[in-house]
């Protein structure tokens, strides 16, 4: 495989490209779902619809990259899904859109987080009013 860093083809720079990009949708998405983790909202189609408009239609990120490279992360329009409340559940598939991808991944690692046991003697984290 090339190295993407010191092989300066233009396969290398459309790849690192697409790295930058999904890196960012990633960051977008993360951010998007995290709004709903700690509202304790579980995930249905709906809300996984809903991110997935709502990251699409960032305009940072459409800012930041180009059309082509945008259309990359759209769903295609014969693969649908459920618009329900139920909740998420893909089964054994690996084959999913990014942003789908992404939020499930928030979702499933808020839930790791959240059934880790929380030692007796640690102290309460105070929320700032700025968020940090």
């Known amino acids: 495989m090339n190295n993407l860093k010191t092989d300066p083809t233009d396969q290398t720079l459309a790849a690192l490209r697409f790295q930058t990009a999904a890196r ?34 960032d305009l940072g990120f459409a800012s930041r990259h180009d059309a082509l490279m945008l259309g990359l992360f759209q769903r295609p329009s014969d693969l649908p899904y459920p618009e329900t409340d139920d909740g998420v559940d893909f089964g ?14 928030a979702y499933e690692e808020a839930a790791r987080r959240a059934a880790l046991p929380r030692p007796a ?8 009013a700025w968020g940090g």
């Open 24 to 57: 960012d949708l990633e960051h977008i998405v993360r951010s998007i779902a995290t709004r709903y983790i700690v509202r304790q909202v579980p995930l249905t189609w709906r809300l996984l619809h809903a991110i997935e408009a709502e990251a699409l239609a």
């Open 92 to 105: 054994t598939s690996n084959a999913l859109p990014a942003v789908f991808a992404f939020a499930v991944n």
């Open 121 to 128: 003697d640690a102290p309460l984290k105070r929320a700032r």
